[in-house]
């Protein structure tokens, strides 16, 4: 509570405030104001100065005090002395504007023909950092090379976006085809060889080749005499399911049995590990199919992974006998029905046959080496 709240304060402020009426009688008012006035702290009570008194110097104003006209002119004006003398400070300290400022400002631009390029080593830094490599080396060939100044925004931006995406693919396929486990990682259709009488039709390997038949998680049994081919292209098919980002997984059945019974053995786990990788795995290739008796244990285990696969996932056979001679290598009847009827229903049938490509290919060694 102020002074002039009580009784006794109100009547002396009350007096006093005639005496400088009194006084100031015949002075010409000041503009914007009823009468003559002197500089009085408009909250004085509140703000705990004596009417009459002007605030210290260089004392943050009060509330009331910066709505007053009277105050607002002085305090401007020194708010406005002290930025200016900052500003001169900053000028002579030799301080850099604003925007030179950041981690590109006295670094070197990379020289371009009609003028100096925006970009700069540390800006190609950033691609690799933000694993955008691909994109990185296409923008610095852009820049580089003169035929790409007449290209829009538009049409720039869809050559690096298409150069990274292809880039992208390309390692993507480089590592399926890594993890599928291929004996013959380069192996391709384009290099199959269609030699007369392997009854081996070009477009027939090219719809296989499109992996229509993977989409649609069907089996697809290669059957051909020793040397004929089959192994090859079993896995240039996987190579083409890799191309379209399926994921493969080759073996050979001898092979496939080993590493399951080796697992089973070890007792930690990873028999069932091996088992889902087999049975989810989206292309699954094995290869020399029956060629040797299996086991009872053996069986089951291929009838669990064929239970599984049936219309989820697609199957590659490669064998070297026909379906009817499979039942002959599975002990047990029952099991033997049981896993070549989900084999042999409803799949598709490659026979192959013609000249051993083994010999055919030594023999055109040599006479390229000949010749």
């Known amino acids: 509570m102020g002074r002039q709240d009580r009784p006794g304060d109100r009547a002396r402020h009350c007096a006093r405030a005639r005496q400088q009426e009194d006084r100031g009688a015949g002075v010409r008012p000041l503009p914007q104001h009823t009468g003559p006035l002197e500089e009085v702290h408009p909250a004085a009570a509140r703000g705990r100065v004596r009417p009459g008194q002007r605030p210290l110097r260089g004392r943050k104003l009060h509330r009331c005090e910066e709505r007053d006209p009277l105050h607002q002119g002085a305090a401007g004006q020194r708010q406005g002395s002290r930025h200016s003398l900052r500003r001169r400070r900053g000028a002579r300290a ?165 590493e399951l019974n080796r697992a089973r053995a070890c007792a930690d786990g990873s028999y069932f590990e091996k088992m889902d990788e087999l049975k989810t795995v989206k292309l699954l290739i094995v290869d020399d199919f029956m060629t040797t008796p299996i086991s009872t244990q053996d069986a089951v285990d291929l009838f669990e992974i064929m239970e599984a696969r049936e219309g989820r996932q697609a199957t590659l056979i490669a064998s070297q006998l026909e379906p009817e001679e499979w039942y002959l290598r599975i002990e047990g009847e029952l099991m033997a029905d049981s896993i070549l009827n989900r084999i042999a229903t409803a799949s598709r049938y490659m026979d192959i046959e013609g000249p051993n490509m083994r010999e055919y290919f030594a023999k055109r060694k040599k006479d390229e080496e000949s010749g």
């Not at 950092?129 to 580089?144: N, P, Q, S, T, W």
């Not at 486990?181 to 719809?207: H, M, N, Q, W």
């Not at 081919?229 to 399926?246: D, E, I, V």
């Open 94 to 258: 030799g301080r850099r504007p604003r925007g030179a400022c950041g981690p590109f400002a006295r670094r070197g631009r990379l020289p371009q023909e009609g003028g100096a390029s925006m970009l700069t080593e540390e800006h190609f830094g950033l691609f690799k950092k933000f694993r955008v490599r691909a994109m990185g080396e296409k923008l610095r060939e852009m820049v580089d090379d003169p035929a790409y100044d007449d290209m829009t925004f538009e049409d720039k931006m869809v050559e690096l976006l298409d150069a990274e995406a292809a880039a992208r693919k390309e390692r993507k396929i480089a590592k399926l085809n890594r993890e599928a486990g291929f004996k013959i990682p380069t192996a391709c259709v384009e290099d199959v060889v269609y030699l007369p009488g392997r009854k081996l039709s070009r477009d027939r390997v090219a719809r296989y080749a499109g992996c229509k038949w993977v989409e649609d998680n069907e089996v697809l049994v290669i059957i051909s005499k020793t040397g004929c081919g089959k192994s090859y292209l079993c896995q240039a098919l996987g190579n083409s399911a890799c191309r379209h980002l399926h994921r493969v997984s080759y073996t050979r059945m001898a092979d496939m049995f080993m």
